[in-house]
Every structure is written in C-alpha cells, then in structure tokens.
C-alpha cells in the first residue's frame, strides 16, 4: 500500500509515495505531543491566530498552485477549484478573527463568582476524504489550532500532493514543528494511534462503514469524535416555486464536484404529476446541456470521477437499480474517452424495493420522484438512513420553514444549492454521523469548558 497520485482525466499514474514506518509515525506524534506541552498550548489565541492568518495569506497568494494538485489528484473542475481554495482561505481567517471572542471566558448568569474558561484537549487525530481535499482539512484544522489543540492529519490515499501542500501552509506561516502533522499511514497505524493515550480525540469525515469503526474504537477508549458521514439529500420542489430557478439550482446542485458530495442534491422530490413532468423535462435539457470533459477546460461543469472504482462502483448501482425496475431518462454510461468520466444521469420510477430508494449515490446521478401531496413528499425525503442535509424550493419562505422543520436532517437549505461560509455549522443526524465543523460549534467540539467557582476566603 502506498498513496498514490493518479489523474482521474487520464488514468495515468503520476508519483507515488510511500507508507511512513511505525517508528515514524510514533516519532511525529511524540513530536505533536512535546508541542503541545511544551509551546502551543501556552500561546496566546492572538498568536496562534497571526499563524493561521499567515496560512490564509500564503493559499490565497498560491491559489493557482493549489488547485492545480486538487485537479490533478481528484479531477476537481479547475473553477470549482478556486471557489474550494477561497472558501479554505476564508475558514483559516474566519478562526483567526473570531478566536478570542469564540474563546473568551464566559460568566454564568445569576450564578456569582462563576465562570467558564476554555482549555485545548491535546492531540487530535483527524481522518479527511479527498473529494473536497483542502476544504475537508480546514474544517477541523483551523478550529483546532485556534483553540490551542495540535492536529495530526491522515487524508486520503490518492491526494498526497494536496495534503503535502496543505501542511506546508503551515510551515510557512511558522507553525512549530509538531503543530500540523501530515501523515501517510495505514490503517492499522491509524488504529494504533486511536488507542494510544496521547491522542485526546477523533475526527473522520468518510464513510458510514469507516465511522463505525473509527466511532467504536474511539469509544472503547473514552475518547471523543466527531464524525461526518454519508448523505442522501432530499430537494422538495413546492408548488409554489419558480421552477425555473428550482431546477437550474438542483442541476448544479446535483452535478458539483462530478456529484461526488456529502451535501450534494441526490434526490429530486416534485409535488404534483403535470408539474412534475416539466420539472423532469427541464432537468433532461440541462442535463443534455452540461458539458463533460476536461476538468481544466473552462466550459466544463463535470469532470471525471476520482477513480476506476468510483466509477465502476456507479455503473452497478445504476445496472441494480434499472433491474429493479428503475428507469433510466437520461445518461448511465461510461463515456467513450480515457479517464473515469461517467455521463450525467437521472434514474425515475424508482420504488421502496429498489436499491437507490435508500442507497447513496455518489457521482452524478440522480434519483427523480413525483408525488401527489406535501405529506408524501416529506415522508419521502426522510425515507433514508441518512440526514446530512436538505432542500426545499418555494417562493413562501414561511412555508418553506415550516417543510423545512420537518426534514429530519442537520442542515436545510431554502432555494439555494449551497450556502457554505465558515460561520455555518456543519454535520448531520442518524447515520450521517454527529457533531459539527465550522462556525462557534465547531471551535467547541475538542475544548474543555471548564467552570471555575470562586467562593469568599471566609
């Protein structure tokens, strides 16, 4: 095993690099572990925060070169790239702005001489996935330095060059050695390092199967972890909504990052039969519209899936799902030119018994549904093990609240695809894991809140 670049476009092997021994992997964390001890802990948030900032700086400064690594390894479409690389630079400046306040001792009302102070835990262990490989990164590593924790990062197999680049972020800013550790490890190294007692908690964002495994272990040692898993998200189109609007949004939403999101749209829901051939209709169009190809070719909107496996692991459940009687309306093949590029696809008439009523799809493929009453839609978009995040299109906001109140997910969205910013909280409910990233709750996943009571002398 070693972690290996590979050009999704192309399919070609780019560099490889290999395995850290366990001596090296222990020696890093005796290292991260003698930083925080020793200097990052005792750091004012002021100057952790000039650090993070500096980070900021550089990536913006190199913009261009980090989305060069995430097109090359994960086949990430050039400007989508951009907007992941100006959404990262904005986390990193977001803790390093708000860290004090989001830190800052806090008096408990009606309670004299009580307060809370907020202490780091220790060494985290963090475990990222490659579709979004900075973004991912960001959202536990610049919470975490902030509040004076020390980061170790294990990403994904196929993205070595972006997680180099993302901890030279670091090193450049003038990170001590020990601060921000990149690993290329195992996952019996990984495990290894769950159970050793200097790592004081776990975050993994991944699969439903990985954070059960990673959730478990954590647990028998008494250890938090915050876990962000898989997603089936429901968009519900409202009587109501311009449709127009609605559909531009669930193509985009749908067909980002070549579908493969966590919070991408998987699953169109339309109220009403006539409304809701139009609304497949004009997906149909769109779809036909999107050009598929080079992902550093402007004009593109979607690029090759990350891997062969991705792929062919796509082409079964759309064979699974039209055997089960689904039907395809648009796209399901491969398409004829190298590299992993799979057509944009909508499957329909997709029943309980049928795979993709449940599963996850994750590419571009979507599942479209009509049904007759807002009671049906909602039962449907909460028929799933998942509840990462949600949609809903209409042009009543109050009514789009009140279907939204009733999505059982950790995120809704009203008549927008996405609305990422680094002061939203992120995370999901049911199988899609639990905790949260970003905003104040993400800063508050791995400190003590410790209360401090203070009594007269006499």
């Known amino acids: 095993m070693s972690f290996r670049s590979i050009n999704p476009a192309t399919g070609e092997l780019v560099k490889e690099f290999p395995l850290q021994t366990d001596e090296e992997v222990f020696s890093a964390l005796d290292q991260a572990e003698q930083c925080f001890r020793q200097d990052w802990r005792h750091r004012t948030v002021s100057e952790r925060a000039g650090i993070?900032?500096?980070?900021?700086?550089?990536?913006r400064a190199k913009r261009d070169e980090y989305v060069q690594y995430a097109t090359l390894e994960m086949g990430k479409v050039t400007r989508f790239g951009h907007f992941e690389v100006d959404l990262v630079a904005d986390i990193l400046d977001y803790y390093a702005e708000h860290g004090e306040r989001l830190l800052a001792e806090q008096a408990l009302p009606g309670e004299p001489g009580a307060t809370l102070v907020a202490e780091p835990f220790g060494v985290i262990l963090a475990i990222e996935p490659w579709n979004f490989p900075y973004y991912q990164l960001a959202r536990v590593a610049a919470p975490q330095l902030i509040a004076g924790n020390v980061v170790m990062m294990k990403h994904a197999e196929n993205v070595p060059q972006c997680a180099l680049a993302f901890a030279r972020l670091f090193e450049e800013a003038g990170a001590p050695e020990g601060a921000y550790t990149n690993l290329f490890c195992s996952i019996d190294q990984i495990a290894s390092l769950i159970d050793d007692s200097r790592v004081r908690g776990v975050a993994l964002t991944g699969s439903e199967r990985a954070g059960a495994s990673v959730g478990a272990r954590a647990g028998r040692h008494m250890k938090k972890v915050i876990l962000e898993l898989g997603g089936s998200d429901p968009a519900i189109i409202m009587p109501g909504a311009p449709l127009e609007h609605a559909l531009d949004q669930c193509t985009i939403g749908r067909l980002y990052n070549s579908g493969q999101g966590c919070v991408n749209i998987k699953?169109?829901?339309?109220?009403?039969?006539?409304?809701?051939?139009?609304?497949?209709?004009?997906?149909?169009?769109?779809?036909a519209a999107v050009k598929v190809g080079d992902p550093t070719d402007e004009s593109t909107l979607l690029g090759p899936l990350v891997s062969e496996a991705a792929l062919n692991g796509l082409l079964k459940q759309i064979d699974a799902a039209k055997a089960a009687g689904g039907r395809i309306v648009f796209g399901g093949h491969r398409v004829d030119r190298p590299g992993f590029f799979l057509e944009p696809t909508i499957i329909t008439d997709i029943s309980e018994d049928n795979p993709l009523y449940r599963e996850e799809a994750f590419g571009p493929v979507l599942s479209f549904y009509m049904v007759d009453t807002e009671e049906e839609a909602i039962k449907l978009a909460n028929a799933t093990p998942y509840g990462l995040g949600g949609y809903v299109f209409d042009a009543d906001i109050e009514n789009a609240k009140r279907i939204a109140s009733r999505i059982e997910s950790g995120m809704v969205y009203i008549n927008s695809c996405y609305a990422d910013s680094p002061g939203l909280p992120f995370g999901g409910i049911k199988n899609s894991g639990f905790g949260r990233e970003l905003s104040e709750l993400g800063i508050s996943e791995f400190i003590n809140r410790k209360l401090i009571r203070v009594a007269p002398s006499a």
Request: a positive charge; aromatic letters at 4%.
């Open 267 to 287: 699953r169109v829901i339309v109220i009403g039969k006539e409304r809701g051939e139009k609304a497949l209709a004009g997906l149909k169009e769109r779809f």
């Open 52 to 59: 993070v900032a500096k980070a900021a700086r550089i990536l």
